[in-house]
Nanobody
Framework: QLQLVESGGGLVQPGGSLRLSCAAS????????VGWFRQAPGKERELVSC????????DYEDSVKGRFTISRDNVKNTVYLQMNSLKPEDTAIYYC?????????????????WGQGTQVTVSS
């Protein structure tokens, strides 16, 4: 059974950077499409970015394009989200997820494994 554990969240000032990590265990991650999602208080969970199983295809939510970069290291069984130029509206719990059914998907409904989330707070 695949298990995902996020890390790297925290409190950062506007304009700052954070790097989130999603470490997988229990299975080989390169069989799975992976995505990063976020959920702010009172809002629905939304896609931040998604990456194909070998890393060749990526996509981003419009508001993070040019600021966030998703990547993966299948040798380390880990997916990353580099977040630069952070804004207060990026404040949310960030989750990584993996899809056993699709090598690449950006739909929240097609992910069947989820991490516990890591809090990102952007505030001065």
């Amino acid at each position: 059974q695949l298990q995902l554990v996020e890390s790297g969240g925290g409190l950062v000032q506007p304009g700052g950077s954070l790097r989130l990590s999603c470490a997988a265990s229990g299975s080989i991650l390169d069989f799975y499409g992976v995505g990063w999602f976020r959920q702010a208080p009172g809002k629905e969970r939304e896609l931040v970015s998604c990456i194909s199983n070998r890393g060749g295809v990526t996509d981003y939510e419009d508001s993070v394009k040019g600021r966030f970069t998703i990547s993966r290291d299948n040798v380390k069984n880990t997916v990353y989200l580099q977040m630069n130029s952070l804004k207060p509206e990026d404040t949310a719990i960030y989750y990584c997820a993996a899809s056993s059914r699709y090598y690449y998907t950006c739909s929240v409904y097609e992910y069947d494994f989820w991490g516990q989330g890591t809090q990102v707070t952007v505030s001065s």
